[in-house]
């Protein structure tokens, strides 16, 4: 396993080029376990209801170029990444719609079944600028290195992002999702130490 | 275990399988992709080992039900009702495994080591039809 990994979920692949360490996600049904081309298994665990993938923009940057969403105003879908270990790893992530803005999303992280945070949770949100992990909308522009993050701890190796329907109901309840992303947070600073005693062996 | 639990790890049986083939041929695409592209080679060769060992962990999990005999029986008995067997299983999954084994081994210093490597996949590994684009 390699992370980090973004998934980019959109309907066509060659729509836009993803990052490196991205991989486009445009299946609309469930695929778990697919292994992406940076050597990570992930997919779609579970869906209730219908997915559909959109091709939005190539005029923003590849990663919320487009989105994958639930027709099934009373539908849900998982996504999992199998993490490497357990431990501590920085998430990130958007949710975008650069054409129908006015969306319904709720997005909850989950180790294994435990809820670790939720995300977007707001009834009737417009998503025509994007929406990052910690609820703060932004120009496009400024997504790819405004983004906030968050630091969650995993006990399982079993990471699931699920998107549903806000907590207080909406018109366009249609769970929907353009970018996830996560990396190890556990890396730790080993100085070295080269000269010791004056001496130089 | 009922019918109905056996036949649950014949479809997990197909999805692994049956999926691994095209992410191996997907990302085998994808990685001469990253070539074209120019992304380093120490990438790209990080990459290929890493999904080498993810398809041999796939490999694994249906290996681990072969070894367990109450497992072993359960997706047996849940073949039966498709008219397939444990043997047809292996049939499909050993040479999935050989080629995750060639792929890990090959050599991926070079330009054209990463491009041999990808080879190894596309002209041994057969995408499965499907009934939607993916």
């Known amino acids: ?201 | 275990m009922s019918a109905l639990q056996n036949f649950r790890l014949v479809i997990q049986t197909i999805q692994n399988l049956e999926n691994l083939r095209t992410d191996m041929v997907n990302n085998a695409n994808e990685h001469l992709t990253m070539l074209a592209n120019g992304v380093e080679i120490d990438k790209i060769a990080g990459f290929i080992n890493d999904c080498a060992t993810e398809y041999l962990k796939r490999i694994q999990w249906q290996q681990s039900i072969l070894d367990t005999p109450l497992r072993r029986s359960n997706l047996s008995a849940g073949l039966a009702i498709i008219g397939s067997s444990l043997a047809e299983v292996g049939a499909v999954a050993t040479p999935i495994r050989n080629r995750a084994l060639e792929l890990a081994a090959a050599p991926k210093k070079t330009a054209e080591d990463i491009t041999a490597a990808c080879n190894i996949i596309l002209t041994n590994v057969e995408k499965s039809d499907s009934v939607w684009p993916e």
């Open chain 1, 1 to 201: 396993m390699a992370f980090p990994q973004g998934i980019d979920f959109r309907s066509t692949s060659a729509y836009v080029t993803d990052p490196t360490d991205h991989t486009y996600e445009i299946s609309t049904t469930a695929n778990y376990p697919r292994t992406s081309a940076q050597g990570n298994t992930v997919g779609w665990e579970t869906i209730t209801g219908t997915l559909n993938g959109r091709d939005r923009s190539t005029s923003v940057d590849a990663r919320i170029a487009g989105l994958i969403f639930n027709s099934s105003t009373t539908g849900n879908m998982t996504y999992r990444i199998d993490l490497p270990s357990s431990g501590s790893y920085l998430i990130k992530g958007a949710a975008h719609d650069a054409i129908t803005g006015v969306k319904d999303t709720k997005l909850e992280v989950s180790d294994t079944t435990t809820l670790l945070v939720t995300a977007w949770d707001q009834a009737s949100m417009v998503f025509l600028e994007p929406v990052d992990i910690t609820n703060v909308k932004m120009a496009a522009s400024s997504w790819p290195s405004g983004q906030g993050s968050r630091t969650l701890t995993w006990s399982t190796t079993i990471a699931r992002f699920k998107l549903t329907q806000p907590t207080s109901g909406g018109t366009q309840n249609f769970p929907f999702i353009s970018n996830i992303y996560i990396e190890s947070a556990g890396e730790t600073f080993i100085p070295r130490v080269l000269f010791m005693g004056g001496a130089n062996t």
